[in-house]
């Protein structure tokens, strides 16, 4: 059982320092390597390791096209003047062809899940040399995998599976202890932008959590233009997390007074400490108004938004 460190628990910079060492310890003179998203948790992993290792870690992001708009320049240019140099990876073709065709939740999640640490990260370990994976896990992660909830794909060992064993390399997890309010903490203390340490939540396997059957690029462009709008109008609100979601069947809407068969999008907009429970944000309605308006305009095809109102649970944070 993992022995989680609460936030009233939390000394920050004790907290580093012993993560520093426990990462030096897992590595000795050997190479890491780690794969930075841009979210909160990759981030503070990535400091983490850089300070333990130095030139001796090898970060990557990679592109699996289902990041944010404009997110790997982002997360390369922000890194880069943190001194971290990220390297980017193109791996789309991979993801995408590992998902045709699936719209099962959970097998979408494995679908990624595999091409993640077994196609690409497999090789790029292969490459390196590197024998460890550093990587964000976190408290919240084990426990909605190992109640059930939702497989979170960057959960192994809780599960009775070796990594080395499965990939061929270890996997290190220096957050598993603590959860999303923790790593925020951790973050300001490491010194990172508070862009970044503040920044919403964001899927491991990211905008295909926010798909609703099957993930292909053209579905992944209409959620990745609603997101941009979503995180734009909702930025200002001081929620815990706000994101679309697409819908999977085609419903009937109106344009130029004629049928019109189109999206739906489905905004979530989330109160919460550390996303074990959460509540939809009582958000403004001309808030709302103003948000349809520009899904509506903005994002290709779509003719519905709708705001979800259910608690977690027994709704989650994501959809799939």
Known sequence: MIQEITNQQLVPETFIQERIEEIRAAVGD????????GGVDSSVVTMLGHRALGPRLRTVFIENGLMR?????????????????????????????????????????EAITQTFYREVFGRLVRESGARHLLQGTILTDVDETV?????????????????????????????????????RRVGRALGLPPELFERIPFPGPALAARVIGEVTPERIETVRRATAVVERRLQGTGAFQYLAILHADRVTGMRDGKRDFGRQIEVRCWDSVDARTASPTKLPFETLEALARDLLAEVPGVVSVTYNIATKPPSTIEAV
């Open 147 to 183: 109640a059930g909830i939702k497989r979170q794909h960057n959960v192994f060992e809780q599960l009775g599976i070796d990594p080395q064993e499965a990939f061929g390399y270890r996997i290190v997890e220096p957050l598993l202890r603590i959860r999303k309010d923790g790593v």
């Open 30 to 37: 050997g190479r890491a390597i780690n794969a930075l998203s």
């Open 69 to 109: 708009e404009g997110e790997p320049e982002r997360v390369r240019d922000m890194f880069g003047r943190l001194g971290v140099e990220v390297e980017v990876v193109d791996a789309r073709e991979a993801f995408f062809t590992a998902l045709s065709g699936v719209a099962d939740p959970e097998e979408k999640r």
